[in-house]
């Protein structure tokens, strides 16, 4: 009981000197609640640093970052380099959005007053460049920011020193450094590739200036590989995998920014955000797919697109729900946009190739396109018994839309023995044509296992195809399907 009493005792006298501590404050002068007004403002904003990212942010910067799904990425780089990690190594495939991860990390450690220095090793050919590269971005860097104004552009000065050796490199750096800086290297597959000595040389530069430079690669390959290729002669990073992009992530980074850019056509026709998506989806990712992993190459298809799959629902003929049917009316222009695409191989329209290896690449061609259940109506000699049916448009259309199949060797010889008209069993000639022609990319080995027979897919145009079979005197509209 008495524990009680003491307890209520106090808190009834919290609750009195609270009330007068309230009744004081009400009492004050009216000019002191706005400044206190303000303190609380100011409180609510630090508490909330979510809220004024947006707002400090520029308006170029701050669509992608909610689009991307790279933010874990470069909040963890930006982390690391903002407290002088000496070494990061970020790795991750191609199309996985290193190069933006890059862009936005220079902004957030530029504007926290952080020297950056960008090289591209794409646009070095000598390791003198690389030296020459960094210095002269240094120097400008240190010229600019005594003035107070920070310059991300990487303009080569003609003053900047070229040193010969790595030494000479590395005495340069550490007496023009005067503040921490941060080296990011884009491409360090190919500085590794350049000169290995000089890329173990990068990953110690923290050491080798007393702790005033910090290195960031980005690479395609792993470290696991970079490692076996130079030994134990470098420094240990700290490693920050970049996964690829999901389904789901692309499509809707895609659909996201085809709302951005096409906002009057999209509030014209009522095309809300979950219409964009099942475009993007059925039309452009699951189509394109099969050809390119680029986000680039299916941001400027779904832009291209976009105009001929809503076109019916601007005219009035068909509904924003009937998807199959505007899928349709977009087949004939898919198959001629995969064909413009950038990371479809591109090849001349003829090539210097023995005979043997341009019909083998013919057969490959249809086998890769060529139904296998329409193998016997097409090269069998004798005609077939069954009655021959038509075949739609549409079905092959679709057949075209779904790219080149895999296709196993035998079926293969069996094709090219056929149109040659040759019944001798296959040697070491036509084996090493269809090596050769694995070698020069117009053909690709799918299977791995090795105990398991060899399945090949074409990656060879029509029109190259076309030429090929036309050179080589072979009747390719006999034989191709689609015809």
Known sequence: MRVTRSRQRTSSSNYQSVSENESESNCESPRTEPAKSKRKKRSSETSTPTTVAPTTAAPTTAAPTTTCHRDQQIREISALLACHTPFVYVTGPQNSGKSYCVDQIMTSLQQSGIIVVLVDMRDILKVQGFYHSVLSQLQQNVVTSRDGVTSRDGVTSRDAPIPDHTSDFVRLLSGSVTEPCVVLVKHAQ???????????????????????????????????????????????????????????????IIAKNLLQEHSTLCTEIDFGLPELENYVRLCVYDTLAVYTSSLREMMTSASVLLHKYVAPIQQGELKKTDKIKLFHRVQPELVTTMTQLSCVPSFKTSLELPYTSRVL???????????????KRFFCKGKSSRRKVKSRKGSKLSDALKGPKTFPLDRLLAIHSSITQDGTIPCSDILMSVSSLVSKNLIVRVSVDLLEQPKYKCLAPLSLVQTIAKESGVDFEQFYYNY
Not at 220 to 242: A, F, K, M, Q
Request: proline residues 8%; glycine residues 2%.
């Open 361 to 375: 690449l013919v057969c490959s061609f249809l086998a890769s396109h060529n139904p296998a259940r329409l193998d």
């Open 190 to 252: 190919l500085l590794n590739q350049l000169n290995s000595l000089l890329f173990a040389a990068v990953s110690v530069l923290h050491q080798l200036t007393a702790g005033k430079v910090s290195v960031a690669m980005i690479s395609d390959s792993p470290w696991e590989l970079v490692y076996l290729s130079n030994g134990s002669t470098l420094s240990p990073p700290v490693i920050v995998n970049i996964p690829p992009y999901s389904r789901l992530q692309m499509v809707d």
